[in-house]
C-alpha cells in the first residue's frame, strides 16, 4: 500500500538558516505529492503540490521537486523565519476511486530569533 | 481560512457517550473527507462522501459512521465512545472525488477529549 517517510524530527534551527526536511514516499502508479503546514492550534493548510514527476512545487519561499527516480519531495527553504515555526506533513494521493491522502508522520519545525 | 467549516471547535465528554461532528464544506466542493489525527497514529484517514454517497472508507472503526446530507454538509457520529478516541478530527473537502491531482482543503477541526 501506499506510505510515505519523513526524517526524524523536532528540527531547531535559527532564523536565516537553510531548511531540508526529507520525504520519501512508496506508492503504486504516479501519485500526486503534497506539503502540508500545520500552525500551533491550526488545522492543516496546503503549503505545495506536484501532480507529476520532474515537477517542482513552490510557495512562501519553501521548494520541493517531485523526484520519482529517488520517490523524494523534500522540502526546502533558502532562509527561514520565527514565523515558519509548525508541524510539516509531506503526503501523497494515488489516483482512483479511493484517492484518500496518505500522510507522513509530520516533523516540527522551530526556529529561533 | 480555507473555506471549510467545522464545529464544535473542542468537545468534552465521557466514555460510552455519543457525539455529533459536523462540516460544512468549501462552496462547490463536492467531496468530503474525515481525518483523525493522534499522537500515536498520526493522521489517519477515515471516510470519505461525494455527492451523499459513501466513495471510500479508510481506518473507521465500527462504532463511528458519517453521512453527507443533500446541501452537501457532512457529519461524523461517534458512539460508544472510549478514551482512545480522543483525538483531532478534522474534515476536508475537495471539488472532485477521484482525482490525484485534486487539493484537499482542511478545515480548522474538532478536538474531542473522552474522560
Known amino acids: 500500500g501506499d506510505s510515505v517517510t519523513q526524517m526524524e524530527g523536532p528540527v531547531t534551527l535559527s532564523e536565516e538558516a537553510f531548511l531540508t526536511i526529507n520525504c520519501t514516499y512508496t506508492?503504486?502508479?504516479?501519485?500526486?505529492l503534497f506539503w502540508y503546514v500545520q500552525y500551533p492550534g491550526e488545522g492543516l493548510q496546503l503549503l505545495l503540490k506536484?501532480?507529476?514527476?520532474?515537477d517542482k512545487g513552490s510557495n512562501k519561499g519553501f521548494e520541493a521537486t517531485y523526484r520519482k527516480e529517488t520517490t523524494s519531495f523534500h522540502l526546502e527553504k533558502g532562509s527561514v523565519q520565527v514565523s515558519d515555526s509548525a508541524v510539516y506533513f509531506c503526503?501523497?494521493?494515488?489516483?482512483?476511486?479511493?484517492?484518500?491522502?496518505?500522510f507522513g508522520k509530520g516533523i516540527t519545525l522551530s526556529v529561533r530569533p | 481560512d480555507s473555506g471549510v467549516t467545522q464545529t464544535p471547535k473542542h468537545l468534552i465528554t465521557a466514555t460510552g457517550q455519543r457525539v455529533t461532528l459536523r462540516c460544512s464544506p468549501r462552496?462547490?466542493?463536492?467531496?468530503v473527507y474525515w481525518y483523525q489525527q493522534s499522537l500515536d497514529q498520526g493522521l489517519q484517514f477515515l471516510i470519505q462522501?461525494?455527492?451523499?454517497?459513501?466513495?471510500a472508507k479508510g481506518n473507521i472503526l465500527e462504532r463511528f459512521s458519517a453521512q453527507q446530507f443533500p446541501d452537501l454538509h457532512s457529519e461524523l457520529n461517534l458512539s460508544s465512545l472510549e478514551l482512545g478516541d480522543s483525538a483531532l478530527y478534522f474534515c476536508?473537502?475537495?471539488?472532485?472525488?477521484?482525482?490525484?491531482?485534486?487539493?484537499?482543503?482542511f478545515g480548522p477541526g474538532t478536538r474531542l477529549t473522552v474522560l
Open positions: 506536484a501532480t507529476k514527476a520532474d
Open positions: 476536508a473537502s475537495s471539488p472532485q472525488g477521484a482525482l490525484a491531482t485534486d487539493t484537499q482543503y
Open positions: 462522501y461525494y455527492n451523499g454517497e459513501e466513495r
Open positions: 506508492a503504486t502508479g504516479y501519485p500526486s
Open positions: 462552496s462547490g466542493d463536492l467531496s
Open positions: 503526503a501523497l494521493r494515488s489516483p482512483g476511486a479511493n484517492s484518500k491522502l496518505t
